[in-house]
């Protein structure tokens, strides 16, 4: 009877033990992109990357607007009245779901831009746990002030992207945001270089990756796209997909999804050293998508 019932709860065991690990292996990637100076581009990126990862590579995504007191995300996939927000969720015990608005392809929980009630930013993590398994991704759009609401996308990402400018005041901030994130032990997969105008007066990629330690993984030149798609409210890789800030956002998207990088056909042919910020998107790509990533 002993060795009956052993035998049985091996079985029962074993049986659940396999069920959280595949869940485990086949749980979407949270990824937050943090800053701690507004103006860099920050959500811009974060809608334009949700959509294209969508659109372009067939991936379910969930995008949330965790910049709760400033939230402007929902205005960028042409979200104006949402009926539920983040800010319900995180304020009771409604499951993250019941906020979601499906635009050009995309899941979206936006915020509110008139809530009062006391909410709890820390529970984001466990409020997207809910949902993880249902996504490929679930992409943070995150403030940028340096308190409980930056910390609340920090611990609940899997791997955090700095969005930056090239410009010492907005370096300075991203060293802050940088340390904040090791001392939460939460490891920075790379930087997103927005808003490049005139390199002869902008701080050089190698000293920032010198500076930061971290890898420039796409350097965006600055684009009147962006102007043009938030005006009309539509994600800005959507608005033109060929702009160079909708190509390079493309490029991002490769490396995360483990798909080759669109080149024009005379680079194939012609052999010429990669820019570094290929390097970075190959070696990004190699990582994010190796067994180690497995959540």
């Given at each position: 009877m002993s060795i009956l019932y052993n035998s049985?709860?091996?079985?029962?065991?074993?049986?659940?033990?396999?069920?959280?690990?595949?869940?485990?292996?086949?749980?979407?990637?949270?990824?937050?992109?943090?800053a701690t100076k507004g103006g860099v581009g920050k959500t811009t990126v974060s809608a334009s990357l949700a959509s294209d990862l969508a659109n372009y590579y067939g991936k379910k995504v969930l995008?949330?607007?965790?910049?709760?007191?400033?939230?402007?995300?929902?205005?960028?996939?042409?979200?104006?009245?949402?009926?539920?927000?983040?800010?319900d969720i995180l304020a009771g015990r409604k499951k993250i779901s019941g906020a979601i608005h499906n635009r050009f392809g995309v899941d979206v929980v936006p915020g509110s831009y008139f809530f009062l009630k006391k909410m709890n930013p820390f529970k984001l993590k466990d409020k997207i746990n809910q949902v993880k398994k249902d996504y490929d991704f679930i992409i943070l759009d995150s403030s940028p002030?340096?308190?409980?609401?930056?910390?609340?996308?920090?611990?609940?990402?899997d791997n955090l992207f700095i969005v930056s400018t090239p410009d010492y005041p907005t370096l300075s901030c991203s060293l802050r945001v940088l340390n904040l994130a090791k001392q939460r032990d939460k490891k920075i997969s790379g930087i997103v270089l927005n808003k490049i105008r005139d390199p002869d007066y902008e701080i050089l990629l190698k000293d920032i990756e010198e500076v930061t330690g971290l890898p420039v993984v796409a350097r965006?030149?600055?684009?009147?796209?962006s102007l043009k798609a938030l005006f009309n409210r539509v994600p800005a890789s959507l608005y033109n997909h060929k702009s160079a800030f909708s190509r390079e956002i493309n490029k991002l998207s490769a490396a995360l999804t483990n798909s080759k990088e669109k080149r024009p056909i005379w680079k194939s042919l012609i052999p010429l050293d990669f820019k570094r910020e290929e390097?970075?998107?190959?070696?990004?790509?190699?990582?994010?998508?190796?067994?180690?990533?497995i959540h």
């Open positions: 049985i709860s091996l079985k029962n065991y074993l049986r659940k033990s396999f069920k959280r690990v595949f869940l485990y292996i086949w749980m979407g990637k949270v990824i937050g992109f943090i995008l949330v607007d965790a910049n709760y007191s400033a939230p402007n995300l929902g205005l960028h996939m042409d979200i104006v009245e949402p009926k539920l927000t983040i800010h002030s340096l308190n409980e609401e930056i910390l609340s996308t920090i611990l609940a990402s965006i030149p600055d684009d009147i796209t390097v970075n998107r190959e070696l990004l790509r190699n990582a994010f998508n190796s067994s180690e990533q």
